[in-house]
């Protein structure tokens, strides 16, 4: 099987639009791997307000990066494209974040040029990096990356539309295709007639984003193929809808406390397990312990058994 690199690139150098939805925790991923996408994307707007519940205005870091980003990969087979904000640092930074984000199997990693402490690029108040400061970082990550892992690809974002106009977001996209980005993420542009003049302009896959309610008009992905675009992320396709959810259920709880009615707002017991994988585990159980020590856990040495007497003394409880 190819590496998660090359599945990535394979994918992005395909014919067609190819959507990033993206995780903030790998219960996320595995939802995105389960709906029958072929990328899972990072959002570091997504991570940061899971992670501590604050907004994405540069408050995490390279290790809390890290460490969110290794479950995510671990819990998904398809390959992972990894927000990795502005690399943290100058050129050598990103030779030190390209390095281990590789060797934890990251598909693609892609960063901004934005200065530190960064935001979210739909947020007010953001700035960016000397152009030519940007084209150092995207060298270095593509020489530590033809070093320690070649199949991996490297993005390139570029926040300048919104700060500095669109001709410098157009040549500083120009300028990060040529220093070796293998796609260019442009944030926020404002017309479809931006969009098209940027895939004609940019020798190199276009990406962008889709955010409701952000600074990116709502074009529809319709427009955005037929006007060549490659890869677009939608970052909060996982967390919005969610929050949405346990906003309803947790009011639900508070006033209406109808305990019936808050477990018909979610998954069932089985179904969530199933999800997580119980039953994968109960059968390596049964592959690493003896019997005494199933028979003594279980009463049965059987898969099945186990979890045909599991659900009927706990879901089928609560359909009667």
Same mark, same amino acid.
């Given at each position: 099987?190819?590496?998660?690199?090359?599945?990535?690139?394979?994918?992005?150098?395909?014919?067609?639009?190819?959507?990033?939805?993206?995780?903030?925790?790998?219960?996320?991923?595995?939802?995105?791997?389960?709906?029958?996408?072929?990328?899972?994307?990072?959002?570091?707007?997504?991570?940061?307000?899971?992670?501590?519940?604050?907004?994405?205005?540069?408050?995490?870091?390279?290790?809390?990066?890290?460490?969110?980003?290794?479950?995510?990969?671990?819990?998904?087979?398809?390959?992972?494209? $990894?927000?990795?904000?502005?690399?943290?640092? %100058?050129?050598?930074? $990103?030779?030190?974040?390209?390095?281990?984000?590789?060797?934890?199997?990251?598909?693609?990693?892609?960063?901004?040029?934005?200065?530190?402490?960064?935001?979210?690029?739909?947020?007010?108040?953001?700035?960016?990096?000397?152009?030519?400061?940007?084209?150092?970082?995207?060298?270095?990550? $593509?020489?530590?990356?033809?070093?320690? %892992?070649?199949?991996?690809?490297?993005?390139?974002?570029?926040?300048?539309?919104?700060?500095?106009?669109?001709?410098?977001?157009?040549?500083?996209?120009?300028?990060?295709?040529?220093?070796?980005?293998?796609?260019?993420?442009?944030?926020?542009?404002?017309?479809?007639?931006?969009?098209?003049?940027?895939?004609?302009?940019?020798?190199?896959?276009?990406?962008? %984003?889709?955010?409701?309610?952000?600074?990116?008009?709502?074009?529809?992905?319709?427009?955005?193929?037929?006007?060549?675009?490659?890869?677009?992320?939608?970052?909060?396709?996982?967390?919005?809808?969610?929050?949405?959810?346990?906003?309803?259920?947790?009011?639900?709880?508070?006033?209406?406390?109808?305990?019936?009615?808050?477990?018909?707002?979610? $998954?069932?017991?089985?179904?969530?397990?199933?999800?997580?994988?119980?039953?994968?585990?109960?059968?390596?159980?049964?592959?690493?312990?003896?019997?005494?020590?199933?028979?003594?856990?279980?009463?049965?040495?059987?898969?099945?058994?186990?979890?045909?007497?599991?659900?009927?003394?706990?879901?089928?409880?609560?359909?009667?």
């Amino acid at each position: 099987m190819a590496s998660k690199g090359k599945q990535f690139k394979n994918i992005l150098n395909s014919k067609g639009l190819h959507l990033r939805p993206c995780a903030y925790d790998a219960l996320s991923a595995l939802l995105i791997e389960r709906a029958g996408f072929q990328i899972v994307g990072t959002t570091g707007y997504g991570i940061s307000s899971s992670l501590i519940g604050q907004p994405d205005m540069g408050l995490i870091g390279y290790h809390e990066m890290m460490e969110r980003t290794r479950t995510i990969v671990n819990a998904v087979d398809l390959p992972v494209d $990894v927000d990795v904000d502005t690399g943290y640092g %100058n050129a050598l930074n $990103v030779h030190w974040t390209v390095l281990n984000f590789a060797r934890i199997d990251a598909a693609s990693i892609r960063f901004e040029d934005q200065v530190w402490p960064k935001r979210c690029g739909h947020m007010a108040g953001k700035q960016v990096i000397p152009a030519s400061e940007m084209v150092q970082k995207i060298k270095a990550a $593509v020489k530590t990356r033809d070093t320690e %892992n070649p199949d991996m690809a490297i993005g390139a974002r570029t926040d300048a539309r919104t700060v500095t106009g669109f001709d410098d977001a157009l040549n500083r996209a120009k300028a990060y295709a040529e220093a070796g980005a293998d796609y260019v993420y442009v944030e926020a542009p404002q017309s479809l007639d931006e969009v098209g003049k940027l895939v004609e302009k940019v020798p190199a896959p276009l990406a962008f %984003n889709v955010i409701p309610g952000g600074k990116t008009p709502p074009f529809t992905f319709e427009e955005l193929e037929s006007r060549g675009v490659r890869y677009v992320s939608v970052p909060m396709i996982c967390l919005y809808p969610a929050a949405k959810a346990m906003m309803t259920a947790l009011e639900e709880l508070k006033h209406g406390r109808d305990i019936r009615k808050i477990a018909s707002m979610g $998954v069932s017991w089985a179904e969530f397990n199933d999800l997580v994988g119980v039953n994968k585990w109960r059968q390596l159980e049964i592959e690493s312990l003896s019997d005494e020590e199933l028979l003594n856990n279980y009463g049965t040495t059987d898969l099945s058994e186990i979890i045909e007497r599991e659900l009927a003394g706990t879901e089928k409880i609560w359909r009667k």
